[in-house]
């Protein structure tokens, strides 16, 4: 039988950590670790905590991956997904097929997001999301025959995705390695992030900087042959970047000027971290073409990404398609999967009985006024953030960025803040930071306390030549 054939079977049970060691490519895995490296085997969670598999606590402060709002073990959450397990798991969401949660929560996401973002195409994820507004963008063009509107504006440092198509828009030349990129149409203007504390320009001259090279850009181009430009409103993976003050605007109203559509990307800005379901509109006064959202949309309970969509769009669309071929074929079979829908229409109901933005805008500018204490540590750089996403950037004190000894130093201020039982996100040479939304301020006390005790661990290893 199988069962007698099936070698591994007989072999002697390997543990969770050695069977992920053996058998697991992760996400963004380290290569030279491949096969030796353990990893922190997380097996449950409650509020903002996590345990591992030998049962020790961790404040999670990375909040998953900047997707765990309402944070771990919500009943109602839970609930939600089982109930309509049970109900019906899953129906085809193609062609004219659809499910309850879907429909109701596009309508809830509709009166949610502003200006006339009333259509919502579901997909799966942040990544199937991104790559579809891009196939809505370039299909608006060319149904009005203008097939040469393809081109597409992104930035350095950007992160729109893992895909082929996403990881060509994002803007980091460290992932790509060895991948090959198909992204011809795809142009990258400067990374637009300003740090006052480290910048010796203003914020005016670096907007004024950034506009006449996104206008120049645009004149090389030609907008005739440019369909989109696509932005997080605050640059997370890249590095917590934040513009300076008015750039979303003027490059929306400079999109506006040449027909270029504006996606909004949202995947980690939105659904409360910076305080608001949307930041474009409440925080940067922008009403794009589109916004991608994901991610804090089902509180990470379950992988769901949807790509809000104007009318105007939408009815160009609709007008424009061929008569004899009025298809729009882009989608997913988990497309709008009925219970990430109904977990998303749970976590959205939370937020607002809990006012989980009001609570944002609350503690937000309290957790990153707490942070940039730590800019006393001569090993930090600079902290910067928004609201409830942040980073500390370290350095040895020589050269400023990603270099290997910056990033050994942050590696160790991560190591010393998992001993201690804190999470942060390890990424180059910063400690990245998205704690999930319902963090109290005793709990961002504890994050600021673990941070500091580690950056002086670090600071003195490095003192003592030991790093
Ligand atoms: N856009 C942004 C801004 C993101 O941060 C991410 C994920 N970190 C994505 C898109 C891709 O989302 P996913 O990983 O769900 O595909």
Not at 75 to 103: I, N
Not at 164 to 181: E, N
Not at 185 to 214: C, I, W, Y
Request: aromatic share 8%; charged share 20%; hydrophobic share 40%.
């Amino acid at each position: 039988s199988h069962r007698e054939t099936n070698t591994s079977a007989a072999a002697p049970a390997q543990t969770a950590s050695q069977a992920d060691a053996r058998h697991v490519l992760h996400p963004w895995a380290d290569l030279s670790g491949l096969g030796e490296q353990t990893s922190l085997i997380i097996s449950q969670a409650k509020g903002v905590r996590v345990r591992d598999s030998a049962g020790k606590t961790y404040l999670d402060a990375i909040g998953g991956m900047w997707c765990m709002t309402l944070g771990y073990g919500r009943e109602e959450l839970a609930e939600a997904m089982a109930d309509q397990a049970r109900r019906m798991a899953y129906y085809t969401p193609f062609g004219d097929l659809s499910s309850e949660p879907a429909a109701r929560l596009a309508e809830r996401l509709s009166q949610l997001a502003p200006g006339d973002l009333n259509r919502v195409h579901f997909t799966t994820c942040g990544s199937t999301a991104v790559e579809s507004a891009i196939r809505i963008a370039h299909y608006h063009f060319a149904a009005q025959g203008k097939p040469a509107k393809r081109h597409v504006l992104s930035r350095i440092n950007a992160y729109h995705g893992g895909t082929y198509l996403t990881q060509s828009l994002s803007g980091k030349d460290a992932d790509r390695t060895l991948f090959q990129y198909e992204a011809d149409f795809v142009h990258h203007l400067s990374s637009p992030g300003h740090d006052p504390d480290r910048s010796n320009v203003s914020a005016a001259e670096k907007l004024q900087t950034l506009l006449e090279e996104m206008e120049t850009e645009i004149l090389r181009i030609g907008a005739d042959n440019i369909a989109c430009f696509i932005a997080e409103p605050i640059l997370a993976s890249g590095g917590v970047l934040t513009p300076p003050e008015g750039y979303q605007k003027a490059t929306f109203e400079m999109c506006r000027k040449h027909d270029i559509l504006y996606i909004s990307d949202e995947v980690v800005t939105g659904f409360g971290r910076l305080g608001h379901f949307f930041a474009s509109e409440a925080r940067f006064g922008i009403q794009p073409d589109m916004i991608i959202t994901a991610k804090g949309l089902t509180s990470g309970y379950q992988p769901l990404g949807a790509v809000m969509i104007s009318d105007r769009i939408t009815d160009a669309l609709a007008k424009a398609a061929p008569k004899d071929k009025p298809v729009f074929s882009n989608g997913f079979t988990y497309s709008g999967h009925p219970v990430a829908c109904a977990v998303a229409l749970a976590n959205i109901e939370i937020m607002e009985q809990e006012d989980i933005c009001g609570h944002v805008r609350d503690v937000g500018p309290y957790f990153i006024e707490r942070l940039r204490e730590l800019r006393d540590n001569p090993i930090v750089y600079t902290v910067r953030g928004d609201h409830l996403m942040a980073c500390v950037e370290c350095w040895t004190g020589q050269d400023a960025g990603p270099n290997a000894a910056n990033m050994a130093l942050a590696q160790k201020v991560d190591a010393y803040c998992q001993d201690a039982g804190l999470l942060v996100r390890p990424y180059e040479n910063l400690c990245i930071m998205s704690p999930p939304l319902i963090i109290d301020r005793t709990d961002i006390d504890r994050i600021v306390a673990t941070l500091s005790d580690a950056l002086a661990k670090a600071q003195a290893d490095l003192a003592a030549g030991n790093i």
